[in-house]
């Protein structure tokens, strides 16, 4: 009787595995429009910010032609837009439209930050000025990178 459990249950965590997998395969070969992902964004961005850079940012990458579902924290879109095909911009190459920034949590800052590029500027949940948001972002020992999705 437990064995026979024991099946059933490893069979359901291993078909919920593959199933994951495949839709992760399935979002890595989404057509990618940055062009109307930083539109989007523009778009809808409030006046100022309202603390929801995560949502936001995943919503206009929704738009650019990627159907993520919530990742929580703005900091995870590193690991989450590396899975997404999505590559490490080297410092000081020239940003390209849609281009995003993921800050990891400093300070008081647990939750990082997310910004896509509109090709003029920096846009999370509002319009920002630069790419920092907060001084505890300008510390030197802030980590954040940039991220464009390969051709």
């Given amino acids: 009787m437990i064995r026979k459990l024991i099946k059933i249950v490893f069979a359901l965590v291993l078909g919920a595995v593959i199933a ?39 919503k206009a990458i929704n738009a650019g032609g990627i159907p993520l579902c919530r990742c929580g924290s703005a900091w995870r879109y590193n690991k989450v837009l590396s899975i997404l095909n999505f590559q490490e911009v080297a410092t000081g190459e020239k940003l390209k439209v849609g281009d995003i920034v993921v800050f990891q949590p400093i300070g008081g800052r647990k939750h990082g930050h997310i910004a896509i590029w509109n090709g003029h500027q920096w846009v999370s949940d509002f319009r920002q000025r630069s790419i920092i948001v907060h001084s505890d972002y300008s510390n030197k020992s802030a980590e954040w990178a940039i991220f464009r999705r390969a051709s």
């Fill in 20 to 58: 994951a997998a495949g839709g992760l395969l399935y979002l890595r070969h989404c057509e990618w429009s940055p062009e109307q992902a930083a539109e989007y964004a523009t778009e809808h961005a409030e006046p100022k910010s309202v603390g929801l850079c995560a949502l936001y940012v995943r």
